[in-house]
């Protein structure tokens, strides 16, 4: 089974793919501890050009689009059959998701244009805010809208929305022990589900 962890910050390893590689080294734990082969893929979003969606409709007529920006190279990774979770990680930019995780959002419709290939995939957010509390429940709100919108199997951290982590901790990200036992928690969770739709 392949899961797939986007991190939508425009800084390379920075506090958004710091938590996003803690939920997916717990992915991996979960699936080691429960016997299931896993693949896990980083997509990091930094550093790559992906504009907004022009509404040209060319992927109306298939698996392609008319802009040429390095989300061409993402459509044959996330067309792979063998997905079965997809993590999206982003940081809080005015209380909401980053333009890097709405870009690549929106430009992920043509999977929904050509045959729904995202339903039934499980999907999970992960949020990072300056402050404890600075949109983190908003932001991963949003991200599961875009998820539905795919139809895909949304699933939170197991007791709340999803990782929601604190990077300018006063300690450093990685002191944020609270935050990162969430985002380890919504990896958990993606095996457990998966488990329960035996999707491996
Ligand atoms: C344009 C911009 C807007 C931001 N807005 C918020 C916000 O509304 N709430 C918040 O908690 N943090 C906000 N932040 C802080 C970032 O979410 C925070 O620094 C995050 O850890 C950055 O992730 P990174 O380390 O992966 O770049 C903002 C940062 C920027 C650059």
């Known amino acids: 089974m392949k899961i797939i962890g986007i991190s939508a910050s425009p800084r390379k390893n920075q506090s958004t793919a710091f938590a996003l590689a ?9 699936a080691n501890a429960s016997e299931i082969a896993i693949d896990i893929e980083t997509i990091d979003l930094a550093g790559l ?3 907004g969606c022009i509404s040209c409709d060319a992927c109306k007529k298939g698996l392609l689009c008319s802009q040429n920006d390095d989300f061409k190279q ?3 990774k996330l067309a ?3 997905i079965s979770g997809i993590i999206i990680a982003s940081p809080v930019y005015m209380g909401c998701m980053s333009s890097q995780a709405k870009a690549f959002i929106d430009r992920s419709v043509l999977f929904r244009r050509n ?3 995202f339903r039934n995939i499980i999907g999970g957010a992960l949020a990072v805010g300056g402050s404890r509390n600075g949109g983190q429940e908003l932001t991963i709100q949003a ?5 539905m919108i795919h139809d895909m199997i949304i699933i939170g951290d197991g007791d709340h929305f999803g990782g929601t982590t604190w990077g ?14 969430t985002a380890r928690n919504l990896g958990r969770r993606m095996i457990e589900v998966a488990q329960r739709l035996q999707k491996y």
Do not use: S, W
């Open 115 to 117: 045959g729904f290939r």
């Open 49 to 51: 050009k992906i504009n």
């Open 168 to 181: 300018k901790h006063p300690e450093g990200h990685a002191a944020d022990t609270t935050g990162i036992t």
């Open 74 to 76: 993402l459509i044959p």
């Open 22 to 30: 803690q939920c997916l080294d717990e992915v991996k734990l979960a």
């Open 143 to 147: 991200i599961h809208a875009g998820m």
């Open 80 to 82: 792979d059959p063998e």
